[in-house]
């Protein structure tokens, strides 16, 4: 399972690296790790201890789903970190991806593709 997790940080790595990771997708990416539980400075960008854990992390989703092309949805972070937490990375990515691919939630986070599956839940 931690392949997974594994491979699709090497994808995003070498997205990054190529200039083709999206870079609306980052900075949306980049506010919601700003914005994930300030005041323990768990997250911040200069001085976190997880920053990268959760960076990566987050960029391993957004691959996982770009195949199916799904983006990345803000709040996310908050979800990722709360795993990052309790568990290293890679046990977390799976935990994450296994909670938000359920049909409820995934119709929360799948972004614009999925707002007529959101209705059917409010």
């Known amino acids: 399972a931690t392949d997974v997790f594994k ?25 919601d790790i700003k914005t994930t539980l300030p ?16 960076k990566d ?9 770009s195949d199916e092309g799904l983006d990345y949805v803000p709040g996310v972070a908050k979800v990722a970190a709360m795993f990052l937490i309790n568990m290293p990375s890679s046990q977390g990515f799976i ?8 049909h409820c939630l995934r119709s929360c986070y799948g972004g614009p593709s999925s707002k007529d599956d959101v209705s059917r839940y409010e």
């Open 7 to 31: 491979t699709c940080l090497s994808r995003a790595r070498r997205a990054i690296a190529s200039g083709s990771f999206p870079a609306s997708v980052m900075a949306r990416m980049e506010e």
């Open 39 to 54: 005041s323990l400075h768990l997250f911040h960008p200069e001085v976190g201890p997880l920053y990268q854990d959760l």
């Open 57 to 65: 992390m987050l960029c391993a989703w957004v691959v996982s789903r």
């Open 95 to 102: 935990a994450m991806r296994n909670l938000l691919e359920r």
